[in-house]
């Protein structure tokens, strides 16, 4: 969502770092430009003023430290602002009330409300042991209450039954007297929405936060809302008073600009961000992450989350295990892929890594996509179990079997093969000295750097050393270990396999030391 944002401030700020000394009109001219991305990426005039005045008042006065550049002050000092006008700290949903606690869920229709309601449901459910009851309030969109139902079947969460003929007033009634007696801990009421703001809408959640007592009023709101995301928040927050944000389609192309509005307008939390359609597609919002994300900073305490939850450890203790003894077949090749997937393929682990936003271009050129990717899985997919056992039996007459299975020409299984025998004897070399694999993304990232010209100290075919991360970060990682309970996570340091040769958390075999959930 944050790309073109990002790709703008980037190209402004590395102007200013570039540059051994700064006057005041380079300032000047610099927060102009950054006032200009910021409008272009519909973030609303009142908060852009606001957010370049703050920042020529702090770069104007700054105090530069000897070792630090002026430029390189400049960008932190955006950094700090942003971080402060997306909230500084993260906010979770607040559970801490007598049970059933109630979260009725507000917002205009079609910005996602039902699926919202579903996906925090399962969240609360899965993670936090908690019983949850949903029930839909909307009575104007058709087939809104079944739409619930059903969700709540896919993510095994119980819904209010329906009932024809009664008002959204009279089902919060029944559905909170239905939580009570049923023994849940939380009630999720998914209200009606409108294709505008309107006084009955209004008026009809006010009388549902009356009835129900909400704990939590949460505003969904689609990132795709635009300049109008300021209107739709104080809207909302005038009348019913909202506690929190949930921003949907953050996947999408939007240009960012309502998650930096929203919540420098209503001074409310951006709790959740969703970021697809699937049911687990749902994230807590690091107002930190996302401001590192948008100064392509990278995100490491995300990426090694995102580990955490995605790797199986049993798995990994295997794979990294059969590494070590220096066999690496084309099973074990797709397994990868495959894990790379589930963390966000090729293009989301990317945008997680210091340095690599500006070098997208160069990335793209060179075909590291997840389009390689889904190809590599259909070549591997389209062949034998004793071909992927034992790649060298591929000749010409199985590549040409393969290749029509797969959609693709022998020039890519050639190239598949090829990379497969550089990890492959990588492997080998490796497990005699007690090495652990570099990681998958190190392989496909071979050879790219001196191709693509970049800078020294990027290790591991290109991609960058992970060894010295700062105290935040490494503050951040021990913090979401201690939350989640991850042993092998200890907070004076980093996590075993973190920062190897390939630059990734041990990724070519299952993240060593870094347990995934049991599965």
Do not use: C
């Not at 908060?47 to 006065?61: C, L, P, Q, W």
């Not at 700290?89 to 801490?96: C, E, K, R, S």
């Not at 409108?194 to 939590?216: F, N, V």
């Not at 495959?338 to 070098?359: S, V, W």
């Amino acid at each position: 969502m944050f790309d073109s944002l990002q790709d703008r401030l980037g190209s402004i700020l590395n102007n200013l770092t570039g540059r051994g000394a700064l006057s005041d009109n380079d300032v000047a001219a610099a927060l102009r430009e950054v006032r200009r991305a910021l409008l272009e990426a519909d973030v609303a005039l009142e908060v852009v003023r606001s957010f370049t005045d703050r920042v020529r008042e702090k770069a104007v006065g700054a105090a530069i430290v000897k070792s630090v550049k002026p430029g390189q002050m400049v960008v932190k000092i955006v950094h700090d602002e942003l971080v402060s006008l997306l909230g500084s700290d993260q906010v979770a949903i607040d559970l801490n009330a007598p049970a059933p606690v109630t979260i009725m869920m507000v917002g205009l229709q079609g910005s996602g409300k039902t699926t919202t309601s579903a996906k925090i449901a399962k969240r609360l459910t899965e993670r936090q042991r908690k019983r949850v009851l949903m029930a839909s309030l909307d009575t104007r969109r058709p087939a809104a209450q079944e739409q619930l139902r059903i969700l709540g079947e896919q993510v095994s969460v119980a819904t209010l039954p329906i009932v024809a003929g009664q008002g959204p007033t009279e089902i919060a009634s029944r559905a909170a007297q239905a939580a009570k007696l049923g023994g849940y801990d939380v009630l999720i009421l998914d209200t009606a929405g409108r294709t505008h703001i309107d006084e009955p809408l209004m008026a009809e959640m006010a009388e549902i936060k009356a009835r129900s007592a909400p704990h939590e009023i949460l505003l969904v709101a689609d990132s795709l809302t635009g300049q109008d995301a300021v209107n739709l928040a104080r809207s909302f927050d005038d009348r019913v008073g909202i506690s929190g944000i949930v921003l949907t389609r953050v996947d999408g192309d939007g240009r960012g600009g309502a998650a930096l509005s929203m919540r420098a307008v209503t001074g409310k939390p951006i709790k959740l961000i969703g970021v697809g359609e699937k049911m687990d597609a749902l994230e807590e919002f690091f107002p930190a992450r996302i401001a590192d994300r948008i100064l392509g900073m990278g995100d490491i305490v995300s990426l090694v989350e995102r580990a955490a939850e995605t790797i199986d450890a049993e798995k990994a203790a295997a794979m990294a295990k059969k590494m070590q003894s220096g066999k690496f077949d084309l099973n074990d090749l797709a397994q990868q892929i495959g894990q790379m997937q589930k963390m966000g393929g090729m293009g989301g682990l990317m945008g997680m890594m210091p340095g690599m936003a500006k070098m997208k271009d160069q990335i793209s050129a060179a075909g590291l996509d997840d389009k390689l990717l889904k190809r590599q899985l259909a070549i591997i997919s389209s062949m034998t179990a004793k071909e992927r056992a034992n790649p060298d039996l591929l000749k010409h007459s199985r590549k040409k079997r393969i290749a029509a299975g797969s959609g693709t020409d022998a020039a890519d299984i050639n190239k598949l093969l090829k990379m497969h025998r550089q990890m492959a004897d990588m492997m080998k070399s490796m497990s005699g000295k007690g090495g652990k694999g570099a990681g998958i993304m190190g392989k496909l990232m071979g050879g790219l750097g001196s191709k693509m010209g970049l800078p020294p100290g990027m290790g591991g075919g290109g991609m960058p050393d992970l060894s010295k991360l700062d105290p935040k970060q490494l503050e951040d990682i021990a913090k979401m270990a201690e939350a989640r309970g991850l042993p092998g996570l200890p907070k004076g340091g980093l996590p075993p396999g973190l920062g190897g040769p390939g630059g990734l958390p041990g990724l070519g075999n299952g993240f060593p030391g870094l347990p995934g959930k049991k599965r």
